[in-house]
């Protein structure tokens, strides 16, 4: 099992090295996002953190735990795992080819990061698992980028 330190300098200075390898009209084995979908939809996901205040839950309170206990844990995310959060249909993309959208998540990555190095204590209210410190925000990236890299055959 990773560290969070491990999980961070995988998510900091590796994750894009391996998604450069897809095409951005390749399609994963499951979903409907195309792979340069994927990397917007990652680099959303990093921008999106350390502005996560006063969200509205999603989850049913009485649920909270047990997505939590998930969230924490080492098991992936099922394949189709459906976001509460999100819009059933992948949004178009922002740009016209996957470098700029590779630029775009490698920039996310490193606001994400800087925002938690300014206020290391700062909570977010994530709309799906609640109140997460630092470490669990790591963690739940970490888990997020891993299954979408599965789903594009980079992670097995």
């Not at 995310?77 to 470098?99: D, G, I, K, L």
């Not at 990555?109 to 799906?128: G, L, M, Q, S, T």
């Not at 698992?129 to 599965?150: D, I, P, R, S």
């Amino acid at each position: 099992m990773k560290t969070i330190e491990e999980k961070a300098n995988f998510l900091r200075m590796y994750m894009i090295s391996e998604i450069c390898a897809l095409g951005s009209d390749e399609k994963g084995i499951w979903g409907k996002m195309n792979a340069q979908q994927m990397v917007e939809h990652l680099a959303d996901a990093f921008r999106n953190y350390p502005n996560l205040d006063h969200q509205k839950m999603k989850t049913p309170e009485e649920l909270l735990p047990k997505f939590r206990e998930f969230m924490l844990s080492e098991k992936p995310f099922r394949p189709n795992t459906v976001n509460q959060a999100m819009e059933p249909e992948p949004a178009s993309t922002r740009y016209s080819t996957m470098e700029e959208s590779l630029d775009d998540l490698s920039n996310a990555i490193e606001e994400c990061f800087a925002a938690f190095d300014k206020n290391p204590e700062h909570i977010i209210d994530n709309p799906v698992f609640g109140q997460l410190n630092y470490e669990q925000a790591v963690q739940l990236l970490y888990k997020h980028c891993l299954h979408h890299m599965t789903q594009f055959r980079l992670f097995e």
